[in-house]
């Protein structure tokens, strides 16, 4: 998927969170298309990836909807992928930290600083700093040697806005986003130092903490003022 498709994945993503389209509302590729200025090939993508997140489910052989779910379903769902990947990085950093691993985190780290180190945010940022982000939970949920954790997020990616690359921007407030992302990446190197010395419960307790920059930084950062 090419960045203008991530666009409008992103697009629609946020539309849905912000009660643009309502619960059971169907979605057609026509009209969603004409309403977003683009052709209907990257809205059809998009609805494929919003179906596998969650946020739409099949009506009928053909259309969409938007999935009924509540904000107490989306808090559940980020909490539970925080608890499942924290528990890889707890068990990363008992295990120790291979070479290759380490190298592979601090790759995407320094993606992070790159991306960040211009001081603001564009808005086609936010695909980039989307697979920074996704490489870097990936990477620690793949080098544990088990699949059992990875499966399980894998299942708990299915519910709205749990994935770690389920990521919302407000285009309106790009000084805020950016707040946000500096904690995030401040958020990753911070892990990354925990597992390279083996605290286990450090890393699995910023790595909960992490899972919940989308639900509670932006109501941190607008009330003070940081």
């Not at 590729?29 to 200025?37: C, K, S």
Request: aromatic fraction near 6%; include cysteine.
């Amino acid at each position: 998927m090419n960045d203008s498709d991530k666009s409008v994945v992103s697009r629609l993503r946020k539309l849905i969170s912000e009660g643009g389209y309502a619960p059971g509302e169907r979605l057609g590729e026509v009209a969603v298309a004409e309403q977003l200025g683009v052709s209907r090939t990257p809205v059809r993508l998009a609805f494929r990836t919003l179906e596998q997140e969650g946020l739409l489910q099949q009506a009928g052989k053909r259309g969409f909807m938007v999935r009924e779910f509540t904000q107490a379903d989306v808090h559940c769902a980020v909490e539970v992928r925080g608890v499942l990947e924290g528990l890889a990085a707890r068990r990363l950093a008992e295990q120790g930290l291979p070479e290759v691993v380490s190298e592979t985190l601090l790759y995407w780290i320094q993606k992070g600083r790159e991306l960040l180190e211009k001081g603001f945010l564009r808005e086609a940022d936010i695909n980039q700093w989307s697979e920074i982000n996704s490489h870097f939970h990936g990477s620690i949920i793949n080098s544990i040697g088990s699949g059992v954790v990875a499966d399980a997020i894998a299942r708990n990616n299915h519910l709205p806005f749990a994935a770690a690359d389920s990521i919302i921007i407000d285009t309106d407030d790009l000084a805020r986003e950016f707040k946000k992302l500096q904690l995030a990446q401040f958020h990753h190197e911070l892990i990354f130092q925990a597992v390279k010395h083996g605290e286990g419960a450090r890393a699995e307790m910023l790595m909960r903490e992490h899972a919940l920059i989308g639900l509670r930084y932006p109501e941190l950062l607008q009330n003070t003022g940081l």
